[in-house]
Nanobody, 123 residues
Framework: VQLVESGGGLVQAGGSLRLSCAASGRTFVNYAMGWFRQAPGKEREFVAGIGMLNGNTRYRDSVQGRFTISRDNAENTVYLQMDTLKPEDTAVYYC?????????????????WGQGTQVTVSS
């Protein structure tokens, strides 16, 4: 599986961005998908995850209510809608694929990663 993120950019605090992650291959539906982020000097951290069939989602506390993860299995794409962005959301955002249905929070649980897309939120 190859993953390609897009949609990052520079936005003012309070603004919105929508990230997309396009996956290759015919088995996309068999993967739980996650979004992670990594700020300079910090470890990569879980942001949001979605199960195989779109009904199950998880978020880190700091983005709950502001970010929404979704997926379109027909288009092999997962999205991260980010609203009310804050400067502390600034990071490189990565999507990742984990074989199986469970949403997991550990970076080491994911099998495939995209190259990342930069999100910068100015104050």
């Amino acid at each position: 599986v190859q993953l390609v993120e897009s949609g990052g950019g520079l936005v003012q605090a309070g603004g919105s961005l929508r990230l997309s992650c396009a996956a290759s291959g015919r088995t996309f539906v068999n993967y739980a998908m996650g979004w992670f982020r990594q700020a300079p000097g910090k470890e990569r951290e879980f942001v949001a995850g979605i199960g195989m069939l779109n009904g199950n989602t998880r978020y880190r506390d700091s983005v709950q209510g502001r970010f929404t993860i979704s997926r379109d299995n027909a288009e092999n794409t997962v999205y991260l809608q980010m609203d009310t962005l804050k400067p502390e959301d600034t990071a490189v955002y990565y999507c990742a694929a984990d074989w199986g249905g469970s949403i997991r929070y550990d970076v080491n649980s994911y099998d495939y990663w995209g190259q990342g897309t930069q999100v910068t939120v100015s104050s």
